[in-house]
């Protein structure tokens, strides 16, 4: 059912088998010889990883995108967006900076969110020539600084009258164990509190604006998770920043259900891009970029549901707070997995977040208060 279970055929795999076998060994290869009370939770994390990697080489893949693009309506991106706005946070290279040359193409107006001002710069460039579009603004924030986030957005609201979807595209995936300035693990930080404030913030603004819409790019790694409550920063046991990553991609989809639930006005969507050939995964996961070589997607074809997200009628027509894949809601738990989290623990998750956040907040206050010099946010 959707949203529910994922039943997985088996899959048939040729020259592909050494991939899954790599991947096995590269995941889970320490624990194969655990032994005791470890065990069980163990073989659990190993039947999601293969059930989920075998059904990603189906699936996530550029052969899998050929397959799905032919059930694809070309008339449903056959529109213009001139007068809508669209914020797309991570927006000079990869899915973000593919998703806003299409909306840009499509007479929207584009608001970049980078951290980089001279790699926003050049990508901005790029798109204004290409798409012909002169309605493209830089922001130069850093996701990972909570506190700056919040600045950004609370100053967003000021300058601009309107705003009617908002993409949050950015992502990191650190290997080793590492802290922002406010003391969070930066993983959580950039993936999870960065998209809580943002949006939560930007709500009020969305919610005035005509055919409102919230995305979020997630993965398909999520599927491997089961919400964690108890360990949001990544303090115990070994780090595994693939596994810190799914983590985080899992509490973004529970974000999106329960952003639909509270804010009907406003359609909210999460979706898995596939697997892409993008300057973020050749760095962060350089031996699965090596592996899977050609059979990556293209960063055009992992930004496709964005976009169709975005700008469609068709998928405003979609229930809001579901998860998609190739223009299509798919299951947010494989079968058996044991992903699934209780009411309680959704709670839990959503008031450790509402905490933390209004410790940003309090902590912007500070600043602003302490230093009469406060940075703002730039707009170029």
Known sequence: MIGREQHIAPARLSCEANLC???????????????????????????RNTIWFL????????????????????????????????M????????????????????????????????????????????????????VVDMSQTHKVWEFAEAFKKEYPSLNVLINNAGCMMSKRELNAEGLEMNFATNTMG??????TLIPLLQKSRDPRVITVSSG?????KLQVDDLQSEKGRFDGVMVYAQNKRQ????????????????????????????????AMPQFHHMMGDRLRSVDQGADTVVWLALSRAAAR????????????????????????????????????????????????VDLKGREDASTPQFV
């Open 221 to 225: 790694g999520m599927l491997v998770q």
């Open 252 to 283: 973004q989809v529970v974000l999106t259900e329960h952003w639909a639930k509270t804010n009907p006005v406003i359609h909210f969507s999460v979706m898995h891009p596939g697997w892409v050939d993008t300057p973020a995964v050749s760095t």
């Open 88 to 139: 797309i946070t991570g927006a000079n290279s990869g899915i973000g900076k593919a998703t806003s040359m299409a909306i840009a193409k499509k007479g929207g107006t584009v608001h970049m969110v980078c951290r980089n001002k001279d790699r926003a710069e050049v990508a901005k460039s790029e798109i204004v020539s290409e798409s012909g579009n002169a309605e493209v603004y830089i922001h």
């Open 318 to 365: 979609k229930r809001s707070g579901q998860f998609f894949q190739d223009r299509k809601p798919v299951a947010t738990h494989l079968t058996l997995a044991w992903t699934h989290s209780s009411p309680e623990e959704t709670r839990s998750f959503l008031t450790q977040l509402e905490t933390l956040a209004r410790a940003a907040q309090s902590r912007r206050d």
């Open 195 to 200: 998209v809580y404030i943002l949006t939560q």
């Open 21 to 47: 076998q790599w991947w096995r060994k590269e995941r889970w290869g320490e624990v194969v010889h655990c032994s005791g009370d470890c065990c069980p939770l163990h073989i659990m994390s190993l039947y």
């Open 55 to 86: 059904n990603g080489i189906q699936q996530y893949t550029r052969k899998g995108y050929v397959a799905a693009s032919k059930s694809f309506e070309a008339k449903d991106l056959e529109v213009s967006v001139v007068g809508r706005s669209f």
